[in-house]
Nanobody, 118 residues
Framework: QVQFVESGGGLVQPGGSLRLSCAASRSIFSYYAMGWYRQAPGKQRELVARIFRSGITNYADSVKGRFTISRDNAKNTVYLQMNSLKPEDTAVYYC????????????WGQGTQVTVSS
């Protein structure tokens, strides 16, 4: 089992930026992939960004070109740089690990709240 601690959220104006961090309690180097999810009120949790062990990344269409996921294996930390934020980006953001091509871990952290509002 691994624990994730997300941080870096807050209140930001539209067009602003935030950098989220996800610290894992164990090494993330060997994981198939790490991802950032978000869940807005009344909506299902959705995957917004993923970084594979190889370093390849992919993004949801709604954040492509604005968000960047990265990882620091030495620090067991995954980051999400969010630029040009929009009100529709408001959500609780979570990180998690992908176990294989179809499965994700059930080890969710507490998340970090991102609110985009003027």
């Amino acid at each position: 089992q691994v624990q994730f601690v997300e941080s870096g959220g807050g209140l930001v104006q539209p067009g602003g930026s935030l950098r989220l961090s996800c610290a894992a309690s164990r090494s993330i180097f060997s994981y198939y992939a790490m991802g950032w999810y978000r869940q807005a009120p009344g909506k299902q949790r959705e995957l917004v960004a993923r970084i594979f062990r190889s370093g390849i990344t992919n993004y949801a269409d709604s954040v492509k070109g604005r968000f960047t996921i990265s990882r620091d294996n030495a620090k067991n930390t995954v980051y999400l740089q969010m630029n040009s934020l929009k009100p529709e980006d408001t959500a609780v953001y979570y990180c998690n690990r992908q176990i294989d091509t179809t499965s994700w871990s059930s080890d969710w952290g507490q998340g970090t709240q991102v609110t985009v509002s003027s």
